[in-house]
């Protein structure tokens, strides 16, 4: 447990205005609804008034237009969310690792371990593995020959890094996760498939977070690329060869088929999936449930969801969809007639 | 392999009517195509009639109504594949585990197991973890600090559990699982990112079974909560501060997406997809390939499945998606043009 | 490093045609775009001339219409891709195991592994398991009781195969794979869930590929088959006893749900669906993004994706789709009127 701080104590290494009592003492953040007395929440949708009235939290973290709405101490800042995440961060530092290789790990004698890593439990570091300062090896995870691994970055357990592989500095891979696996390269031949041989390999900028189960393929020739700074959450694929930009944060169970450039500050939204050798530019918005067939060349969302509806109303205009063609051909019809019975009346 | 029994016992212990040789008996259960003398199948569907007629089956259980199609010795009862599951769960307990833990298990010496609990090989428990009575870790599984696990829980090989987790009695989790991986928490500052601290916990009930290689993240704030007889089919997401209600089922390659609460006795299709921050009610029923983009208020079945066809057919129609609006608009323009020269005339 | 290779001894192992310098040396496979000189790469797309005019590749491997696109010393062919697979593997052999059992690794006394087979680092071999000559068990991996595995195979690091399964020769497992996990049965019983023992097998063919974290689910009663020739790509799931056909090829996290029947040589494109219960022929191709609810009888190319668009476009369009049925009985309406309107003119 951090120690309190108090609301001074923030606005001193956050920024922002304090308003009400500076000397609140906060011991951890909480929600709008369930926040205690001695815990800090924040306010940033209009639609949770109602909860900001109601809530019981020691104080609040909110925008200047919305300094107002509550009486609590808060503090005023220009853009809460961010605000409240860093002083989450000061009351939930990333627990420490104990420096040390366990000794039930198995490492080989050519890796490069630094004093300040950790190596957890039933761990596996291949020959040639440079792990950098700080790096924090989960439990049951396994380094692959060669490949090398920022400082101050964390495995969870059982994350796997093929051969060859590179991850900057300040990773967080979450549980589960693959990297540089062979990418889906086959080729067909007389109703055969042969396999070709996945030689690129898979290289990760500086803070990147990669969410549980996620797996990124090796490239079959070049490599697959992911930029500083990229988000990833959990069961997304990353096919071989795509490059996703800089800054660029794609949400669960998304996806991107091979050889696809993704460029930087996109937003990926949930189960979208992008398909392969396309081209996406920068400041591109992806919805939710979206197929990307085509490469977009201009920044700006782009949506391709279905719309849900109560089933029957759904099997009623969803057959439709199947005779579009047919309707269009029957109002094309109609309007020629129309228009000729009036140039003929 | 368990010892046969006759129809007589098996309706003794389950209910049900016994129409034809009660000491017909029973070795194992087998499907309508492929069940031995010795075994016992069951019918649920009229369009399966033909295979009933051509089974080897030595049994069958069926509903009343289906109890003339068939001269086999059966077991009629109201809900024959209920009654067909529990006859194979008499058939084929559940393996017993071998209590003690593994010589090469890593267990924390303020972890509390039981001399029934089992801990396989390979696997990581961590401290302060507490295992239940007759719990089964199996072999490679992470088990982290502090997180408890209810009695005669089983986890199959390599399942990860990270901190402060709770499971209850009678889980079952497959090999691959991730419970309580951060949550997808960002915050978008400046065109970068701040990760928010996930302080949350997973909270499980009792009997639930969750599928392989699916993820439950831990909340962000407050808890991620699956309640009582919840059932996960493999590769599911579930994200941050989410609910899922007591009995609710959903197929593989579901997932729900932050702060979403999901209701009791609801079904999710497979591959269906729930945007965060929704509400739906209990008894909802969402259907395979649906994005639900909106709460749901009322009980029902919701749908919204693109419809499938041969690529042509599909390519011809679905261009006309992308110009609904203008084929409404001319409709609109007809009609006003027919009405008007109705008027007229 | 393999040993470097000349175009005329490609050529007599391979066949092809060399035009050009045949004793040009060739140590690696390239891209078109980074391709260096010691290095041949290929061309299969018209789209791509710019960069076959601009590449440093030493030489080429292509087909014959494209022959004079190049002055390049070249190797002419049939199938291009399948023949630049075929360089690509001897240039880069796959690694070889180091025949041998690990110090770490636990495998129960009635397990066979031949002198030629690897268990690596922390791998758990189960009693009665069988493997082939060659096998290499990845570091991590666990092989649960009587399951077998063919000769040459590979399991990478962190793959799980459950009880009782059958992977043939050759096979290629990548990280996070499940196999023979209990599929999703469930029996509804007055608002619980009755499990349904999944007494099942995987049974697997020879040559068949399996991405990262694609989970194959154990038969219900019967089992779940993969023929010979499969390739499946990372988190893909096969539901409980489905077939899937010799030489069909799945892209990422398709899925099939359970007791579907899948033909030879079909292609499944990514997050494609195919729901339970269905019967799909051989040689039927099935797109991205596309959920097959039907049995499919006819070879061909089946779609279902809904077509994005720019997200206010989207908007726009995608609310009539929810009036189709409205719009349609308005154009029959119009059409009677009309016609109707002429007739009594």
């Known amino acids: 447990m951090p ?146 691994i920022g400082d101050d970055s964390r495995l969870y357990a059982s994350v796997v890094v093929n051969r060859d592989c590179r991850i900057g500095a300040r990773a967080i891979l979450h549980s589960g996760v693959v990297i540089g696996a062979d990418g889906f390269g086959i080729a067909s031949d007389g109703g055969r498939w042969v396999k ?44 071989h060869n795509c490059r996703i930009g800089a800054h660029t944060a794609m949400a ?8 696809t450039d993704i460029g930087m500050h996109c937003t990926i939204g949930a189960a979208a999936v992008i398909l392969g050798h396309l081209k996406i530019v920068d400041h591109v918005h992806v919805s939710a449930g979206t197929v990307i067939s085509r490469s977009i060349h201009k920044a700006g969302t782009y949506t391709g969801m279905f719309p849900f509806d109560e089933n029957a109303s759904w099997a009623r205009n969803t057959a439709l969809v199947r005779h579009l063609s047919d309707l269009a051909r029957r109002l094309r019809d109609l309007e020629k007639r129309v228009l000729k019975g009036k140039e003929n009346g």
Chains 1, 2, 3 share one sequence.
């Open 252 to 259: 669960g169970f998304s996806g991107v088929a091979g050889s």
């Open 3 to 148: 120690a309190p701080v108090t609301l001074a104590q923030i606005a001193s290494r956050l920024g922002g205005r304090v308003v009400g009592d500076a000397q609140t003492l906060i011991r951890q953040v909480g929600s709008l609804e369930r926040a205690r007395p001695d815990q800090i929440t924040f306010f940033t949708h209009s639609r949770y008034k109602a909860r900001l009235a109601a809530t019981r939290a020691g104080a609040v973290v909110l925008a200047a237009e919305a300094e107002a709405l509550t009486a609590l101490p808060r503090i005023v800042c220009e853009n809460p969310y961010a605000y409240f995440a860093r002083v989450s961060q000061i009351l939930n530092p990333a627990e420490p690792s104990q420096p040390g290789v366990h000794s039930s790990a198995q490492v080989a004698a050519s890796a490069r371990i630094p004093a300040s890593a950790c190596v957890d439990a039933g761990a596996v570091i291949g020959g040639g593995v440079a792990l950098g300062e700080r790096v924090w090896i989960g439990p049951g995870c396994v380094i692959e020959e060669r490949s090398v």
């Open 196 to 239: 070709v041989p996945q030689i690129g390999r898979v290289v990760i900028g500086d803070d990147v977070e990669i969410g549980a189960n996620t797996t990124i393929d090796r490239g079959a020739i070049d490599d697959t690329i992911v930029e500083d700074g990229v988000k990833l959450d959990n069961q997304i694929q990353i096919g």
